[in-house]
T-cell receptor, first 115, second 114 residues
Framework: GQQLNQSPQSMFIQEGEDVSMNCTSS?????WLWYKQDPGEGPVLLIA?????ELTSNGRLTAQFGITRKDSFLNISASIPSDVGIYFC???????????????FGQGTILTVHP | DGGITQSPKYLFRKEGQNVTLSCEQN?????MYWYRQDPGQGLRLIYY???????QKGDIAEGYSVSREKKESFPLTVTSAQKNPTAFYLC?????????????FGPGTRLTVL
């Protein structure tokens, strides 16, 4: 089945630094989603991407849908302590057809921000 | 408030017992999903339902069962046949539109088998 490779697995950074993480897939997706999860909580949607090449920002977060449809990256600028958590990418074939909305998740990137 | 609720937050079960996890949404979403999360791993799909009275197996359905009698509710039963049920369980619902197709998650239920 489809697999997503998310990297890095973990990051330890100083407050104020920028962060970059990415996901690559063996298959194409029509939708890329980025979530953040705090310990013991459900994932919260950060950014959704629907078109190849699309670049979308949400505050200090920027994400891009790769041209090949097989990758996506997330950047966080000027990190702050509350950015701590686990970040997941997820790919979806999209509505219609046989996709039924199934999300394929990366393994997650654990972000630690030192004040 | 609109959203997805899951209960209980923590659940303890003895081996050999069935247990049911609740998921309710008041977002009027048609499709709902159950995922399992293990430490250090991404989420894996257990079951999904695209409409009331219909549901399909996901990637890891063995040892689980669901029902979808109401649009708002999608309970998950973890049966004694599930070999390793201790995990964090997440329910989600899907919103689709002309320019959107995303899933929103509930707060999760942590199940521990004693």
């Amino acid at each position: 089945g489809q697999q997503l490779n998310q990297s890095p697995q973990s990051m330890f950074i100083q407050e104020g630094e920028d962060v970059s993480m990415n996901c690559t897939s063996s298959s194409i997706f029509n939708t890329w989603l980025w979530y953040k999860q705090d310990p013991g909580e459900g994932p919260v949607l950060l950014i959704a991407l629907y078109k190849a090449g699309e670049l979308t920002s949400n505050g200090r977060l920027t994400a891009q849908f790769g041209i090949t449809r097989k990758d996506s990256f997330l950047n966080i600028s000027a990190s702050i302590p509350s950015d701590v958590g686990i970040y997941f990418c997820a790919g979806q074939l999209g509505a219609g057809g046989t996709s039924y909305g199934k999300l394929t998740f990366g393994q997650g990137t654990i972000l630690t921000v030192h004040p | 408030d609109g959203g997805i609720t899951q209960s209980p937050k923590y659940l303890f079960r003895k081996e050999g017992q069935n247990v049911t996890l609740s998921c309710e949404q008041n977002l009027n979403h048609d499709a709902m999903y159950w995922y399992r999360q293990d430490p250090g791993q991404g989420l894996r799909l257990i079951y999904y339902s695209q409409i009331v009275n219909d549901f399909q197996k996901g990637d890891i359905a063995e040892g689980y069962s669901v029902s979808r009698e109401k649009k708002e509710s999608f309970p998950l039963t973890v049966t004694s046949a599930q070999k390793n049920p201790t995990a964090f369980y997440l329910c989600a619902s899907r919103v689709t539109g002309r320019s959107t197709d995303t899933q929103y998650f509930g707060p999760g239920t942590r199940l521990t088998v004693l």
